[in-house]
């Protein structure tokens, strides 16, 4: 594979080989040759990047690939570059849905980077896809995550306005789960009803994968700062 993507530098086919070369080299621990892998990678989809690539959906499925190698190994920057880059390109063409998803998956490269000002923007972006495709859930899920990340920029006033579009999104998609309470904390939160979020909060949170319970908590603990109670 490794041999048969350096006669193809620079090229999507050489990315697809590199990728499984990697995969190869990782299962027979080869680290140097991981490593040259996904150097490759980065490089040939530099220079792809570059020369501004054909976005038709194999290439678009090929970069997500990509972008998810760089992802499952935690290079959380080249990630959200490729997302993002490939976002743009489904936009570009109409694939609204499509678009949606890898801004969704830009905004979580950015939130483990803890660049919470890009992974709000990027998650607003993907929830208005979101909506106008009828993915209400989706929209709904995607907004209130940026609300509760911009409780932990103290715009408080801006994490109200999103909470509203979520609520909006859960009331088009008729969706009664505990999400439409975790919407309601994020708007307590940001207008301060820090009483009304706990009694909310101590009602769901036991439903909440580990990391959206420390996202969710320490949004009470920015509260509590801002307003005092």
Known sequence: Y???AEKLRDSIKAIMLYLRAAKAFREGGRI???N???SRIW???TMLREGKF???SDNLHMFKVAGDYFMDNDDFRKAAI???DIAEKALDSGRLLLAGEFYRNTGVCYQKMNNLDEAVSSYIKAADLYFSCQKYFEAAWNYCKAGFLLIHLY???EASAVAEKAKLACREGQVEIFLRDLIRICKSLSRGQIYEATE???RIKWKLSREYTHLVENSFRIARMKWGN
Request: negative net charge.
């Open 2 to 4: 490794l041999q048969a």
């Open 32 to 34: 140097m040759m991981i």
């Open 36 to 38: 040259l892998c996904n």
């Open 43 to 45: 490089e040939s989809y």
């Open 54 to 56: 054909e976005e038709n």
């Open 82 to 84: 490729i997302y993002h």
């Open 155 to 157: 715009r408080f006033r």
């Open 200 to 202: 909310d909060w101590q």
